[in-house]
Nanobody, 126 residues
């Protein structure tokens, strides 16, 4: 059973930075495509970033491109989301997700991810 635990959220001011972490257990991270999604109050869950199982491919939502960076450390079984120049509209619960199958292609669609963390709150004040 794959388990994901996010950490690193908090309350920051606009322009600040945060780094979210997602620790994976139950599956070797090196075989998993990993994604970050977020959900703001009253809105649907939306794609933020994804990194392939090999680490060679990444994709970002247009709203975060150039500000956020997804990375992985397979030795630590951890995926990161570095968020710079945060804006109030980045306020949301951020979720880490693992691809439904091992060695899966990168995707922006939640249905392609089979395991999810509990989420970590990020609040950006103006």
């Amino acid at each position: 059973q794959v388990q994901l635990v996010e950490s690193g959220g908090g309350l920051v001011q606009a322009g600040d930075s945060l780094r979210l972490s997602c620790t994976v257990s139950g599956r070797a991270l090196s075989t998993s495509t990993m994604g970050w999604f977020r959900q703001a109050p009253g809105r649907e869950r939306e794609f933020v970033a994804v990194i392939s199982w090999s680490g060679r491919a990444t994709d970002y939502a247009d709203s975060v491109k150039g500000r956020f960076t997804i990375s992985r450390d397979n030795a630590k079984n951890t995926v990161y989301l570095r968020m710079n120049t945060l804006k109030p509209e980045d306020t949301a619960v951020y979720y880490c997700a693992a691809g439904r199958r091992t060695y899966s292609a990168i995707s922006r669609y939640p249905q392609d991810f089979g395991s999810w963390g509990q989420g970590t709150q990020v609040t950006v004040s103006s």
